[in-house]
């Protein structure tokens, strides 16, 4: 069985191009995902400074607290390296650690996020109180919303690893989440520097 699995991996990655078709096919979602986060920034962006009233970023950023959720969001991409690792080594239970700690890092980052949140309705800002309010809720809302998607997937090949869906030969479905993860770590550095720290340092 084993034979029959690296067979048919090494027959799917004959293909045209020299890349697995599914892995074109995630690329290619990354780069139109690109385009819509860039929409987003640079939407922000653009009307960053126009709000007529309400709190603005210096009212409600805690950069240490956002700092402490972009650290973890980080190591989730290391952990996440190390799965990847393990796998292709054939160390199938330190890639089940190593991925079930990745989907933590990725709630505990969501945590932070519902805790930011809940935070800033405290101090005013909603979606509907100003353009600020509106273009920061939409931007790191979408990017939320992936992270969450991310962590569903991850979990998914936790469980399918006990079903033998997932092992050193047949470990495509981990590279490709690990690429969307990682996708999804530089997006929100992007996110970290234009939003928070621009917001509440505009002169760096």
Not at 23 to 31: D, P, Q, R, T, Y
Not at 47 to 60: A, F, I, L, N, R
Not at 97 to 102: A, G, V, Y
Not at 120 to 134: A, C, E, M, Y
Request: charged share 10%.
């Amino acid at each position: 069985m084993a034979n029959l699995n690296i067979e048919q991996n090494e027959h799917e990655e004959h293909t045209t191009t020299g890349l697995n078709h599914r892995k074109m096919l995630m690329w290619a979602f990354l780069g139109s995902d690109c385009m819509f986060f860039g929409s987003f920034i640079a939407t922000y962006v653009i009307y960053s400074g126009q709000s007529v009233g309400g709190p603005v970023p210096e009212d409600v950023f805690s950069i240490p607290v956002t700092s402490v959720s972009t650290f973890v969001l980080l190591m989730s991409s290391m952990s996440m390296v190390l799965s990847y690792s393990a796998l292709v080594r054939g160390q199938l239970i330190n890639f089940r650690i190593w991925i079930l700690s990745t989907a933590l890092l990725g709630m505990t980052f969501i945590g932070f996020q519902v805790f930011e949140f809940r935070d800033f309705v405290l101090h005013g800002l909603t979606p509907k109180t100003n353009l600020f309010g509106s273009t920061f809720f939409v931007l790191t809302g979408f990017h939320g919303a992936h992270v969450t998607l991310g962590i569903i997937w991850l979990l998914s090949l936790f469980f399918y690893s006990f079903r033998g869906g997932v092992t050193s030969e047949r470990h495509l479905d981990v590279d490709l989440a690990a690429l969307y993860w990682h996708f999804v770590d530089v997006v929100w550095i992007v996110i970290f520097t234009v939003v928070y720290l621009l917001g509440v340092f505009p002169g760096i």
